[in-house]
């Protein structure tokens, strides 16, 4: 089955550093993967998606993702940490058509002034 | 233009009670999938609803069941709470033909078994 692995559960960062969340991926084909972020009490908010085309792709809040079909990796990085930052990202990825979205276990990114 | 929204926000049941949570998709979209958090945990697919069917499930038992409605918004139901349900409820809605887009979700629904 198609899952998503996150590594580091918490990932803490200075204000102003660089954010780099790691998610790979397991599958035979191309699949489709996403970034969510969560603030707390709230649901969860898509930052990025790939699909196809270009493999860097551009998101919300200065987020961007590089899917690496070589390494089967799909990190999530922003080059200066804000404060605002401060939540829980979420890889996720759908296999195909209709099968659903599988969300990794998560990473808490802190940001520490 | 509404995103998902979903209701009630929190919910306080017994041990042994049923619960109904409800959910109204994004405008344009037609189908609804649940999802549960448990705390500290990534979202688990329960299931998903489309043309009023139950298209896919995961790994749950048959006390979690749900329903769509013609308007597409859904209802997910829980017989026999135990305590383990406790954890945020999350709808999600995405267009059929397209769901590789990913899913929009609600903001959830807290549900506490006490």
């Known amino acids: 089955a198609q899952s998503v692995t996150q590594l580091g559960s918490h990932v803490s960062v200075s204000e102003g550093a660089l954010v780099l969340l790691r998610c790979n991926y397991s599958s035979s084909v191309p699949p489709y993967l996403f970034w969510y972020v969560q603030y707390p009490n709230q649901g969860l908010q898509l930052l990025l998606k790939?699909?196809?085309?270009?493999?860097l792709v551009k998101g919300i809040n200065g987020f961007e993702a590089e899917f690496k079909k070589s390494e089967t990796s799909f990190h999530l990085t922003k080059p200066s940490a804000h404060m605002s930052d401060a939540a829980e990202y979420f890889c996720?990825?759908?296999?195909?058509?209709?099968?659903?979205?599988?969300f990794g276990k998560g990473t808490r990114l802190s940001v520490i002034a | 233009d509404a995103g998902v929204t979903q209701s009630p926000t929190h919910l306080i049941k017994t041990r042994g009670q049923q619960v109904t949570l409800r959910c109204s998709p994004k405008?344009?979209?037609?189908?609804v999938s649940w999802y549960q958090q448990a705390l500290g945990q990534g979202p688990q697919f329960i299931f998903q609803y489309y043309e009023e069917e139950e298209r896919q499930r995961g790994n749950f038992p048959d006390r979690f069941s749900g329903h769509q409605f013609p308007n597409y918004s859904s209802e997910l139901n829980v017989n026999a709470l135990l305590l383990g349900d406790s954890a945020l409820y999350l709808c999600?809605?995405?267009?059929?033909?397209?769901?590789?887009?990913?899913?929009?979700f609600g903001s959830g629904t807290r549900l506490t078994v006490v």
């Open positions: 405008s344009g979209h037609d189908t």
């Open positions: 999600a809605s995405s267009l059929y033909t397209t769901g590789t887009d990913g899913y929009t």
């Open positions: 996720a990825v759908i296999n195909s058509g209709n099968t659903p979205l599988v």
């Open positions: 790939y699909t196809t085309g270009a493999t």
